[in-house]
């Protein structure tokens, strides 16, 4: 038999307790940056049983009414039940806002925008594979795809007694010969009480999974699994307290390539945790594109204060083609300019078309339903040609 390895990923729903936490903490760096674009925000955000704690450090002239913000976050999820655990009308939300510090925002503040400092230290990761059409790895698409799919029949009516809390989890070989099959499904859903629990399973298998996996040309042969633990009636925060940026994995790219450490969410863009990893994401996607690796992974790394990033490595995994990764390094360091100020007029940080609020769930990377900056491959040629020169 051919030997195989194999990987897993997952992705959460827009119920799950900690994205509700994500989707606030965004919800407000949108509302702030649409009024005030120099606004300094770290918005973190607790929930559990009827409850929201929102805290953290932010700097604006922007009028912001914080838990009205939460509110219709939770409405919009559709956690406008008592019944479910939290309520978008009931729910107690209490509100701890401190400014950011001054050491801080004189320590990266600039005359000229694009000098502006690291909002702080820390080393951010961007991958890309040629696995699939968005150049994301496969488990994870296929994931946030099940993921979408369900929420988007739960709310339009058709996924019925389903509710916000879902998770989905994708397991894939890898064989030596190249071959790639899918290994095993799992999908949790949060239901109502006393329903056909048969009926349910076969819905989510029918309408969610096997439609899902057929779009992707997929082996049919994989291993389901589907509620596994029973009951899954009490979901949620009342199920478990959630807390902005415990899901960063399933930010990124779902344990492929490795990962900083720091979230995303609740952060403007001056903190290059934010800002960082989609120029890292950007430039590794355009080195795939360009066909110079199949699967590349790119580090920057940042001190406070400081506009040039402290260090830029690229690991081809032994995928480089043509070029060898020192010079690949070569060009990506001529190509792109990884100071936190260029990021963020370049990518429109603090001006966004997209809505940060909505990249806090399936992904910030690879999204087939958002447009952003960081997803394009226009530098493909300008690589090309300095490596053809140099």
């Known amino acids: 038999m051919e030997n195989y390895q194999i990987f897993t ?24 940056l649409q009024k005030d674009k120099n606004g300094r925000i770290a918005c973190e955000v607790f929930a559990t049983d009827n409850f929201i704690l929102i805290g953290g450090e932010i700097t604006t002239s922007a009028d912001v009414d914080y838990a009205q913000i939460a509110r219709r976050v939770l409405r919009d999820i559709g ?20 400014e950011q510090s001054a050491d801080i925002s004189r320590g990266i503040t600039r005359d000229k925008e694009e000098e502006l400092g690291a909002g702080d230290q820390g080393m951010m990761f961007g ?45 894939v070989r890898y064989y030596d010969s190249g071959k790639v099959a899918l290994d095993t499904v799992v999908m949790s859903v949060q239901h109502d009480k006393n329903i056909d629990k048969k009926a349910f399973k076969s819905y989510i298998y029918d309408e969610i999974i096997l439609p899902t996996i057929k779009s992707f040309n997929l082996n049919e042969d994989f291993v389901t699994l589907i509620n596994p633990a029973g009951d899954f009636v009490i979901g949620g925060p009342k199920g478990d307290a959630g807390l902005t940026g415990r ?13 900083g450490g720091g979230a995303f969410s609740g952060k403007d863009p001056s903190k290059v945790d934010r ?15 360009a066909k110079l690796a199949d699967k590349v992974e790119i580090q920057l790394s940042y001190a406070i204060g400081v506009s040039e990033p402290l260090g830029i490595a690229l690991e081809t995994f032994g995928t480089a083609k043509k070029y060898t990764e020192q010079q690949i390094l070569q060009a990506v360091r001529a190509v792109f300019d990884c100071r936190p100020g260029v990021i963020i007029k370049n990518f429109a940080l603090t001006t966004p078309s997209f ?12 999204r087939p339903d958002i447009t952003v900056p960081w997803e394009k491959t226009d530098k493909v040629n300008a690589l090309l040609a300095y490596l053809e020169k140099n």
Not at 128 to 155: C, D, F
Not at 247 to 259: A, F, N
């Open 127 to 171: 991958y890309a594979s040629n696995e699939t059409k968005g150049l994301m790895p496969l488990a994870t698409v296929v994931a946030h795809k099940l993921m979408r799919i369900a929420t988007e029949k739960r709310k339009n009516g058709a996924f019925k007694h389903a509710r916000p809390d879902m998770k989905a989890q994708v397991t």
């Open 79 to 98: 956690y406008t039940n008592a019944e479910y655990g939290i309520d978008a009308d009931s729910a107690e939300i209490i509100v701890r806002i401190n």
């Open 355 to 366: 809505a940060y609020e909505k990249l806090a769930v399936l992904g910030h990377f690879g």
């Open 275 to 289: 800002s960082g990893a989609y120029m890292a994401r950007y430039i590794a996607k355009n080195i795939v594109a």
């Open 9 to 32: 990923s997952e992705s959460v729903s827009e119920g799950h307790p900690d994205k509700v936490c994500d989707q606030i903490s965004d919800a407000i760096v949108d509302a702030i």
């Open 247 to 259: 899901k960063i994995i399933v930010d990124t790219y779902g344990s492929y390539g490795r990962h």
